[in-house]
């Protein structure tokens, strides 16, 4: 997840985070009804704040494409949409590859960057809820972006994970080979294998764009079972 925003003292800086955090998980998350008005007061009341700070922040996630900017209507939290998914990660794609391609063995200069350690000596992912193995895709990800060197792919890779969360969320609950996925990912790219990498990535971005019409169907029906 993205820093927050500040006011400019220590105090403010904690406090305009802290608002930040919440709301911006709460939109993640899906908290708050998908396609309606966000309601500026009762956000405030709820974090115990004055509306100011909670109308930043919201210019702040319309800034970052996390919600809807309506002139003189206000702001709106966004419903799912297949082609913005879609969109998003064949940009992610793109940027991981980008970054990937930075990498040449022979090159001077201090090399790669160690991956971090995502699996246990037994060879298994350290997750166990759904959150905790997102948390490990978005993570992965974010590292590669680092190895670029560039600030605009690392941002691009970390707004991709903020606005795709509750969808990876649910491919990892509903799609039976997700784990496999994202397993096959940590291991080649802690072998620094780059090249079988960079085909791993194509596959598994290939793989979630397809399996997107049938995953936003039982988003569907689900919602229309729990109405």
């Given at each position: 997840?993205?820093?927050?925003?500040?006011?400019?003292?220590?105090?403010?800086?904690?406090?305009?985070?802290?608002?930040?955090?919440?709301?911006?998980?709460?939109?993640?998350?899906?908290?708050?009804?998908?396609?309606?008005?966000?309601?500026?007061?009762?956000?405030a009341?709820?974090?115990?704040?004055?509306?100011t700070?909670?109308?930043?922040?919201?210019?702040?996630l319309?800034?970052?494409?996390?919600?809807?900017?309506?002139?003189?209507?206000?702001?709106?939290?966004?419903?799912?949409?297949?082609?913005?998914?879609?969109?998003?990660?064949?940009?992610?794609?793109?940027?991981?590859?980008?970054?990937?391609?930075?990498?040449?063995?022979?090159?001077?200069?201090?090399?790669?960057?160690?991956?971090?350690?995502?699996?246990?000596?037994?060879?298994?992912?350290?997750?166990?809820?759904?959150?905790?193995?997102?948390?490990?895709?978005?993570?992965?990800?974010?590292?590669?972006?680092?190895?670029?060197?560039?600030?605009?792919?690392?941002?691009?890779?970390?707004?991709?994970?903020?606005?795709?969360?509750?969808?990876?969320?649910?491919?990892?609950?509903?799609?039976?080979?997700?784990?496999?996925?994202?397993?096959?990912?940590?291991?080649?790219?802690?072998?620094?294998?780059?090249?079988?990498?960079?085909?791993?990535?194509?596959?598994?971005?290939?793989?979630?764009?397809?399996?997107?019409?049938?995953?936003?169907?039982?988003?569907?029906?689900?919602?229309?079972?729990?109405?």
């Amino acid at each position: 997840m993205q820093t927050g925003i500040a006011d400019g003292t220590t105090k403010g800086i904690a406090e305009s985070n802290r608002v930040y955090g919440s709301i911006k998980t709460m939109i993640m998350e899906h908290e708050l009804p998908l396609g309606k008005r966000i309601l500026v007061e009762p956000l405030a009341d709820g974090l115990g704040v004055s509306n100011t700070p909670v109308r930043e922040v919201l210019i702040h996630l319309a800034a970052e494409r996390m919600i809807r900017d309506v002139p003189k209507a206000g702001f709106f939290t966004k419903e799912i949409s297949g082609m913005e998914i879609q969109s998003l990660y064949v940009l992610n794609l793109a940027l991981l590859d980008l970054s990937l391609s930075y990498i040449r063995e022979a090159a001077p200069g201090p090399g790669m960057m160690k991956p971090p350690k995502f699996c246990d000596d037994a060879g298994e992912l350290c997750a166990r809820t759904p959150a905790e193995y997102v948390h490990i895709l978005n993570q992965v990800f974010v590292h590669m972006a680092r190895q670029s060197g560039n600030l605009e792919i690392l941002h691009g890779v970390k707004n991709v994970n903020d606005r795709t969360y509750y969808i990876r969320l649910q491919e990892c609950q509903l799609m039976p080979t997700w784990k496999d996925e994202l397993k096959n990912i940590c291991g080649l790219y802690d072998q620094k294998d780059i090249a079988g990498l960079r085909q791993a990535l194509q596959e598994y971005h290939d793989k979630m764009i397809t399996f997107l019409p049938e995953l936003l169907l039982l988003l569907r029906r689900a919602q229309a079972e729990a109405e």
